[in-house]
């Protein structure tokens, strides 16, 4: 017996195609499909679907909100978000809401079917690399922002000079801007890069720009 999917989607045109995509595997088999979130809850009863493919932007009832009734009155059935969303709260969302997959409508030809499989098979979530890499990468940045140290422990002369490196003006240029000679200006930098753990100028004018001094 293969699974059984429900496709909702607002777009004819997509779901015709998904429906050709996912029907190329004999394990899986469309029962269903609906325009928006009012008509799948109305379909779901008549059909015991293992599996809905749910769209986040669609009229009426948006993708949200279907999910958050779904899971009301069906706690076993698996649900895929495939959306053209990329945004860290609508993951966030729909993963606290009981999705058990995420995946970007720009990947659904490479990975709807190893998706289906690895929900459904394995009984495990599935994100979309692209999606993963996004919140990998928002974490990482996340943790950078947390290890930046404050910008209080500079002295007001180090963050002039530390503004004037993120500006790009060489040592003898910031000298002369501050009226100080260029062997102080080489004490500060050494001093900012010592504070701060930054080893080069190009670290210094990110964690410049970061604190909003350019």
Do not use: W
Not at 8 to 23: N, P, T, V, Y
Not at 54 to 67: I, R, Y
Not at 100 to 126: E, H, P
């Amino acid at each position: 017996m293969p699974y059984k999917i429900i496709l909702a989607d607002d777009h004819h045109i997509f779901r015709a195609g998904l429906k050709s995509l996912i029907e190329k595997d004999s394990e899986f088999k469309v029962v269903a499909e609906a325009q928006d979130g009012e008509q799948l809850l109305e379909k779901l009863p008549a059909h015991k679907a293992d599996l809905v493919v749910l769209d986040l932007s669609m009229p009426h009832m948006d993708g949200l909100e279907t999910l958050k009734e779904i899971r009301k009155k069906y706690s076993k059935l698996k649900i895929l978000i495939l959306t053209m969303l990329k945004d860290q709260e609508h993951l966030k969302h729909a993963l606290a809401g009981g999705a058990n997959g995420y995946l970007l409508k720009d990947d659904a030809y490479d990975q709807l079917l190893m998706g289906l499989k690895v929900i459904l098979k394995k009984d495990k979530q599935f994100i979309s690399p692209a999606v993963s890499a996004m919140v990998t990468d928002h974490f990482v940045r996340s943790m950078d922002e947390v290890d930046t140290p404050s910008i209080e422990i500079l002295t007001q002369r180090e963050q002039e000079i530390l503004k004037c490196i993120a500006q790009g003006l060489p040592n003898k240029a910031i000298a002369t801007k501050l009226k100080i000679s260029i062997r102080t200006v080489e004490t500060h930098r050494g001093n900012l890069s010592m504070k701060l753990g930054l080893k080069n100028t190009a670290a210094l004018v990110k964690y410049a720009i970061s604190k909003g001094l350019v």
